[in-house]
């Protein structure tokens, strides 16, 4: 078991406490950090857990089945602080010393940074920081600019750069108001000429890690993806298993059992099964993932392809299964605070996310 029975125990006691209050609360931070889960992908020299991709992903999965709330959060936590292998390497054995760093923040290339020469001056405003209550470094994409003139590269292309700017540089905006996914507090944030100096600026591209463990062989967007859906497939994972619960519970009804019973259990069996040779797809994904980073070999252009494609596939068929088994569940299913809607809700915010979005 890759979480202890007191850490499940604990992530379930606190799970209606963060939705109210709109953030992880401070012992569900302390679990994290005492497990060093916003640092799984983070090299071992420097503090961090380096799993290789299959426990990486394993354990998400398993962190959002218990509470898709929480294991969102430590999936894009997780997944930015990623970027120490991208960082200059005495900046990032400074910045990682700190047991509670928490990096966060847009994928979106909506700001301007300005290079003098020195440093970098970075205006704009980014959506969606997850965690960004608790996060001690925001990361953003930003436009470059030499003065007044866009950086273009050899094509012609406008160049940005990947940036980690400390959180008292930065203004959040506490907009985050989803009916799902409520205690990832993954508010808006901006920045007003706020001045980095070079080293804070990085590329994320194998081409650029400064580490060379295997995991920063692989390109930033299939890591993303199957991130992603291992956390959505667990947050699906316990919806079956808690329908499964509700089915059982009205059994008892003799009348239910003989009306709808065989039907239903027959139903959701398909679903499971089904969700079983999804698990083993993405496994076996995985796998040649991360056969080709440990032989440092680019990524083939078709196992990208299928990487992408087999996401956002399995995710469309999730949300179709959801909306399927909603109407069987009664109005229990539709109540706040009952755990079989909270994960529903989770489901469909989840879903919205650019890198799974059908």
């Not at 420097?46 to 218990?66: H, V």
């Not at 966060?104 to 704009?124: C, E, H, L, M, P």
Request: aromatic share 12%; glycine share 6%.
């Amino acid at each position: 078991m890759m979480i202890s029975e007191e850490a499940i125990q604990l992530i379930k006691d606190k799970q209606a406490l963060s939705i109210d209050s709109k953030t992880l609360v401070d012992e569900q931070l302390s679990l994290i950090y005492d497990n060093n889960w916003f640092n799984i992908w983070v090299p071992q020299i420097l503090g961090g857990k380096e799993l290789s991709l299959q426990d990486g992903l394993a354990l998400l999965e398993e962190l959002a089945y218990w509470d898709g709330g929480l294991g969102w959060t430590v999936t894009l936590c997780a997944g930015a602080n990623m970027f120490a292998g991208y960082l200059d390497k005495d900046l990032a054995r400074k910045v990682f010393a700190d047991r509670k760093v928490c990096f966060g923040g847009s994928g979106r290339a909506t700001g301007k940074a300005v290079w003098d020469g020195t440093q970098y001056s970075i205006t704009g405003f980014w959506r969606f920081a997850t965690g960004a209550p608790h996060l001690s470094h925001f990361t953003l994409n930003s436009f470059v600019y030499d003065g007044d003139k866009a950086r273009v590269d050899k094509d012609g292309n406008p160049v940005f750069y990947s940036f980690f700017v400390p959180r008292d540089k930065v203004l959040i905006h506490y907009d985050w108001d989803s009916f799902g996914l409520a205690c990832t507090a993954s508010h808006s944030f901006s920045l007003e000429n706020a001045t980095v100096e070079a080293h804070h600026a990085f590329q994320i591209d194998p081409q650029h890690r400064i580490d060379d463990h295997v995991l920063y062989r692989i390109p930033f967007v299939p890591f993303a993806e199957l991130t992603l859906l291992v956390n959505y497939m667990g947050m699906y994972r316990r919806y079956l298993d808690l329908v499964e619960k509700f089915f059982f519970e009205k059994s008892a009804d003799e009348n239910w059992h003989t009306k709808y019973g065989r039907d239903y259990f027959k139903r959701l069996d398909g679903l499971q099964q089904q969700l079983e040779s999804d698990r083993t797809k993405v496994a076996a994904l995985t796998e040649q993932l991360w056969a080709l980073a440990l032989q440092d070999s680019p990524l083939d252009a078709a196992l990208a392809s299928e990487i992408t494609s087999t996401a956002r596939g399995i995710v469309k068929h999730i949300l179709a299964d959801v909306v399927t088994l909603f109407p069987l569940l009664g109005i229990n299913a539709a109540q706040n605070g009952q755990e079989i809607n909270t994960v529903f809700r989770n489901i469909f915010t989840a879903s919205q996310h650019s890198l799974l979005n059908i």
